[in-house]
């Protein structure tokens, strides 16, 4: 990925999740823009979102996004000069979920760490 589109990518990241911030419908839990991939010819934009709550939490924020999605391009248009202004998808990103899923998992199975608040066992050298 170039530069450039790593620019592209953030900007839009950013504008996008600023949008979603000032949505007014219900069905929009907590949600959080982890990513924007913008394709090469500015067509099409993907943005990542992770949701805060359950699996029906998570349709109802992705569906009411869908819904919103000419309000947030109509911003996105609107704060950034380019081209053309792309086409937004919104897909659920699972990483975060996956990540607090393997601390869990590693939680589990590691073996109680002792603290290492600078006092040893039989360091009593008074």
């Given at each position: 990925?170039?530069?450039r589109?790593?620019?592209?990518?953030?900007?839009?990241?950013?504008?996008?999740?600023?949008?979603?911030?000032t949505?007014?419908?219900?069905?929009?839990g907590i949600v959080?823009v982890?990513?924007v991939?913008?394709?090469p010819?500015l067509h099409?934009a993907?943005v990542?979102?992770s949701?805060?709550?359950?699996?029906?939490k998570?349709?109802?924020?992705?569906?009411?996004?869908?819904?919103?999605?000419?309000?947030?391009?109509g911003?996105?248009?609107?704060?950034?000069?380019?081209?053309?202004?792309?086409?937004?998808?919104f897909?659920?990103?699972?990483?975060?979920?996956?990540?607090?899923h393997m601390?869990k998992?590693?939680?589990?199975l590691?073996p109680?760490m002792?603290?290492d608040?600078?006092?040893?066992a039989g360091a009593d050298d008074?």
């Amino acid at each position: 990925m170039t530069d450039r589109m790593r620019r592209v990518n953030e900007s839009v990241r950013a504008v996008v999740a600023d949008a979603i911030g000032t949505l007014k419908d219900p069905r929009i839990g907590i949600v959080t823009v982890t990513g924007v991939s913008v394709s090469p010819d500015l067509h099409d934009a993907r943005v990542y979102v992770s949701v805060f709550g359950g699996e029906k939490k998570r349709r109802a924020s992705l569906a009411a996004l869908e819904s919103a999605r000419g309000v947030v391009q109509g911003h996105l248009a609107s704060e950034l000069r380019m081209k053309r202004t792309p086409q937004l998808t919104f897909e659920y990103d699972a990483s975060v979920e996956r990540g607090v899923h393997m601390t869990k998992l590693i939680d589990e199975l590691a073996p109680e760490m002792p603290s290492d608040d600078g006092q040893h066992a039989g360091a009593d050298d008074d």
